[in-house]
């Protein structure tokens, strides 16, 4: 469950501030260093003043907006037109609505990451009609300069690298408690959006037209509360649709885990042994791209059905602790970031660790840390053993490099369209519940990236298109399948 940040609770998510600076001086630091690991252009001076206590102004005068700093948006901007590049299916969403706006009306506030690709995603949604608020969904992954420029375009964005849990909480509320403006649609990344209008702001959260949620996090909160009958609007699961599976999850990390972890490590990984926790879509992408480096994978899972893929794949099924004590690096793609014992951390060969970990089990005083460069910290034993922590637990891949634009330019346009569903979906079409994106919109997202690689659908006759029992245009496959 949420737990909020005034609450006397360990919040687990996100350590505070004070809680990093408590350990050393160098992990203070935190990703408010003057590089960025993502490789974006970031302010070189030493400014340290947060952003919550700077008055700033875009060039039409507004303040509307929280940033590191506004002038950095020229360097955002030239980001932004690299990405649209490489979301052609938003840019084709752009055109066809010259005419139209599906959206018009629609009051967006969303929490996601603050990147360039979900810079493209807000600019279409505005160029639907859409009034939108943002803010930062994770305290690492925000690129400062796309926030500037977003900040510069007249979007009220609440986000920049290297937030505290209080700035990430407080940015959330910024975006919602405005005066005159209430929001009719959500859009969110890991339920902390929907959960703090939820506990915080009821009566705004029963005017909700509709929620989109892309995590597993998030949706299995969605889950609950549609459980215990609190759900009171209806949502979209985004993130069990095919075109967020089978392409976000799976592509998307077969090439941001080598980034990550070559930027953040300099590592080769010929014969560096590997176990991946998990072999979902993720684990599947991750293990491919490891294998075909030449690293020996080996995998952990809990589900016959994935464990059996692994095995017919190539790869050695295995406990963890079977094999913790030869492997170089230990990589979790499973959202149960709090399992992992202290014991697996103190392997002797252990070099490298990402992983969802609850870092609470090394904030310990016999543990010493020591800040490499923004998002890599040595993790030391009193007897000299040391393991490197990437992204301090959190997402690699967002935190530690960039991700295929292309790829989220589907996961994009799966969200806006999934808006465009519930925003202009008629009276008791959907109710107060949990719902998967329909087939047909799956089928429509897909065909909107395909003329990148020229490729040309073959079409059913109306005899193979009876014989099926299949409309010519579709939808091709049932709802339930995956």
């Known amino acids: 469950q949420i737990q909020f940040a005034d609450q006397k609770q360990e919040f687990n ?38 952003p919550r206590d700077k008055q700033q102004k875009n060039s039409k005068g507004s303040s509307d907006f929280c940033v590191k700093n506004i002038k950095q948006a020229e360097f955002g901007r030239r980001e932004i037109e690299i990405a649209e590049q490489e979301m052609p299916a ?31 995603l807000m600019e279409t949604l505005g160029a639907l009609g859409a009034q939108c608020r943002w803010a930062a969904c994770n305290i690492y992954s925000t690129l400062n300069e796309v926030a500037a420029a977003l900040a510069e375009s007249g979007f009220p964005v609440f986000a920049w690298k290297g937030e505290s849990e209080d700035d990430f909480w407080w940015c959330i509320d910024r975006c919602v408690n405005v005066e005159g403006w209430q929001p009719n649609m959500i859009l969110d990344d890991g339920g902390d959006l929907t959960h703090w209008i939820y506990k915080k702001y009821p009566n705004m959260f029963k005017k909700i037209k509709g929620i989109v949620e892309e995590s597993v996090t998030g949706v299995h909160r969605l889950y609950q509360l549609s459980k215990a009958g609190k759900l009171c609007v209806p949502a979209m699961n985004v993130n069990d649709s095919v075109t967020k599976q089978k392409f976000d999850n799976l ?27 998990g ?18 994978v080996y995998v952990t899972e809990i589900d016959p059905i994935c464990a059996l893929q692994a095995c017919m794949d190539g790869f050695r099924l295995v406990k963890l602790n079977e094999v913790i004590r030869q492997v170089d690096i230990v990589i979790t793609c499973t959202d149960h970031w709090n399992r992992l014992p202290r014991e697996v951390l103190e392997s002797p060969s252990l070099e490298t660790f990402q992983t969802h970990l609850d870092t609470f089990l090394l904030r310990t005083p016999e543990l010493t840390w020591e800040r490499v460069r923004s998002q890599v910290d040595h993790v030391i034993w009193p007897d000299g053993k040391r393991i490197v922590l990437l992204a301090e637990g959190r997402l690699l891949n967002l935190s530690c490099s960039t991700v295929p634009t292309f790829v989220l330019s589907i996961t994009a346009t799966t969200q806006a369209l999934a808006l465009i569903e519930l925003y202009n979906a008629p009276e008791g079409r959907y109710k107060q519940d949990v719902y998967l994106l329909p087939k047909k919109m799956d089928e429509y997202v897909a065909s909107l990236h395909l003329p990148t690689f020229d490729a040309h659908l073959t079409e059913l006759t109306d005899e193979q298109a009876k014989y099926l029992g299949l409309n010519k245009n579709g939808p091709f496959k049932p709802n339930y399948y995956r």
């Open 13 to 50: 998510k996100r350590p505070t501030k004070i809680g990093r600076r408590s350990l050393s001086r160098s992990i203070s630091q935190s990703s408010t260093d003057s590089y960025s690991s993502a490789a974006s252009y970031t302010d070189s001076s030493d400014d340290e003043t947060s």
């Open 90 to 120: 938003l840019m084709a969403l752009r055109k066809r609505a010259q005419g139209e706006k599906p959206l018009a009306g629609a009051k967006i506030v969303g929490c996601t990451h603050i990147t360039a690709q979900t810079a493209v």
């Open 251 to 277: 592509y998307c990390c077969r090439e941001s885990i080598l980034d990550g972890l070559k930027r953040t490590t300099d590592m080769m990984f010929g014969g560096k042994q590997v176990v991946v926790c």
């Open 279 to 296: 072999y979902g879509e993720v684990g599947k992408g991750c293990c491919a791209a490891l294998k075909a480096m030449g690293s020996i």
